[in-house]
């Protein structure tokens, strides 16, 4: 480990990737159809196909833990539970589309060596993009809308604040047709901070945008990690304009996005500033991409980013039992997923009612596919093209996908990231697994009724409380 990198030392690294480990030896896959976790109130299984989730008398608990290696359909069937699965292996139709990303500006005035956009221009010139792909792009999510329907406008780039005037205008005009039509849009941008205003600051909160701002963690290693290209460090000047932000936060929500590299690991000393300066929420992403493989993590790095993760979970679930705030973004929308009983063919909505658009009006299976051929889906010019975006759900399904077939995570992750997994493969499936463990776990632990738990404790605990009896287990 370099001695300029922020990761965790010694005794504490170590224990952390111990953790991390451990996690991921008990999160492996033994049947596709079912899963084991034990918590402080006993065992639990969590089963797949509808991502259901019991409780189990030991007994029971036993007799799935003996089966587990083999063929467990037989005592699902028994207690009736098994039925008609929740997702065959037809792919999804192409809905109409809801969501955009406007790469609205291809540059950037950082020198970020591991962004997926190389740093902003996508491997070619640098460029804003023009008014009338704007407003065609506008004109695409906005005309084929149903009644009613909430839609998302994203912006994206590069830097989209290099390109302001044309973001403000979009966005005004994307909210007028989008009244007119009888549909709801919802504005998001992702921003490296730099070039932020009082001005943005007012205009974000009027339409109550989602703004991310890229943070790799406290000044001294974001400094190294996202200079300017000159070399200079940008922390203290994204703080400085990011604080008007924090301060009007009512409509608009300001979330912290940290890029989680071999050279910032130190995750809860990175949560702990961020949510100390205001920010709504703050959420890590694993970089498994980068243009040459710089700063990707590798397998020992993944098991101490979990381990801290890990770390970062428990203080959430403390704090949460005694009634505090701690806006630990990936914890929360895990708890989420599992409440609602997510199950999903597909990781995300790419290449179905989600498509990104580059500065020169190419549509593309997301934002990380814009300039990309493996994502390319048609044009704001000649129209989507119906042909790949079928083929790209057809082959993207996660049944297509191994080792997902044999995983009982498939449908909470499905399959991973496309533009990840289309560039390097499958290497953070055990991280991911280990992650999930470890959420089942906290939902059961934060759910009403769990030894500890609190009114304030994850409010979407009823659908563990309701499954207590369900088909004799529990």
């Given at each position: 480990m370099s001695a300029t990198s922020q990761a965790p030392a010694g005794e504490r690294g170590e224990a952390m990737r111990r953790e991390g480990r451990r996690f991921m030896d008990v999160s492996l896959p033994r049947s596709p159809d079912a899963h084991l976790l034990q918590t402080e109130a006993g065992g639990h299984v969590f089963?797949?196909?509808?991502?259901?989730?019991?409780?189990?008398?030991?007994?029971?608990?036993?007799?799935?833990?003996?089966?587990?290696?083999?063929?467990?359909?037989?005592?699902?069937?028994?207690?009736?539970?098994?039925?008609?699965?929740?997702?065959?292996?037809?792919?999804?139709?192409?809905?109409?589309?809801?969501?955009?990303?406007?790469?609205?500006?291809?540059?950037?005035?950082?020198?970020?060596?591991?962004?997926?956009?190389?740093?902003?221009?996508?491997?070619?010139?640098?460029?804003?993009?023009?008014?009338?792909?704007?407003?065609?792009?506008?004109?695409?999510?906005?005309?084929?809308?149903?009644?009613?329907?909430?839609?998302?406008?994203?912006?994206?780039?590069?830097?989209?604040?290099?390109?302001?005037?044309?973001?403000?205008?979009?966005?005004?005009?994307?909210?007028?047709?989008?009244?007119a039509r009888g549909v709801t849009v919802g504005f998001s941008i992702t921003t490296n901070g730099t070039l932020l205003t009082e001005e943005d600051a007012a205009f974000f909160e009027t339409f109550g945008f989602a703004v991310t701002v890229s943070l790799d963690g406290p000044r001294e290693v974001h400094d190294r990690l996202r200079p300017f290209k000159s070399g200079k460090g940008s922390f203290d000047r994204i703080m400085r304009n990011v604080a008007p932000l924090l301060a009007r936060q009512r409509r608009m929500q300001v979330t912290a996005r940290v890029t989680v590299t071999p050279r910032n690991l130190a995750l809860r000393a990175t949560l702990d500033e961020l949510v100390s300066a205001g920010f709504h929420s703050v959420g890590f992403s694993p970089l498994l991409r980068a243009p040459g493989g710089d700063a990707e993590l590798a397998r020992e790095d993944l098991e101490l980013m979990l381990g801290e993760m890990i770390d970062c979970g428990r203080e959430f679930e403390r704090r949460t039992v005694a009634g505090e705030a701690y806006p630990f973004a990936n914890l929360l929308n895990a708890l989420r997923e599992i409440e609602r009983g997510t199950h999903r063919p597909y990781p995300c909505g790419a290449g179905a009612g989600y498509l990104g658009v580059s500065a020169e009006g190419a549509l593309s299976a997301c934002h990380r596919f814009v300039g990309d051929a493996a994502g390319a889906m048609g044009s704001l010019q000649d129209g989507i093209d119906d042909d790949r975006r079928a083929a790209w759900l057809r082959e993207r399904h996660v049944h297509r996908q191994q080792p997902c077939q044999r995983c009982w995570a498939r449908y909470l992750c499905g399959g991973g990231c496309h533009h990840e997994v289309i560039a390097r493969g499958r290497p953070a499936c055990d991280y991911i697994r280990g992650w999930l463990h470890y959420c089942i776990g906290a939902y059961l632990r934060l759910s009403p009724g769990s030894p500890g738990a609190s009114s304030t404790g994850a409010a979407a605990g009823a659908r563990v409380a309701a499954a207590r009896d369900a088909a004799g287990l529990g």
């Open positions: 089963l797949p196909d509808g991502s259901r989730l019991f409780d189990a008398a030991a007994q029971l608990f036993q007799r799935f833990a003996d089966t587990l290696d083999g063929d467990v359909t037989p005592l699902l069937d028994q207690l009736g539970v098994r039925g008609v699965p929740a997702i065959d292996d037809v792919p999804l139709t192409a809905p109409p589309v809801h969501a955009l990303s406007l790469a609205i500006a291809q540059k950037c005035n950082l020198g970020c060596t591991y962004c997926y956009a190389q740093q902003g221009e996508f491997g070619g010139a640098a460029q804003n993009m023009t008014r009338q792909a704007a407003e065609q792009a506008v004109d695409l999510l906005v005309n084929g809308a149903a009644p009613g329907a909430r839609l998302n406008l994203a912006f994206l780039g590069g830097e989209p604040l290099a390109n302001r005037e044309l973001l403000q205008d979009t966005t005004r005009r994307a909210r007028a047709l989008a009244d």
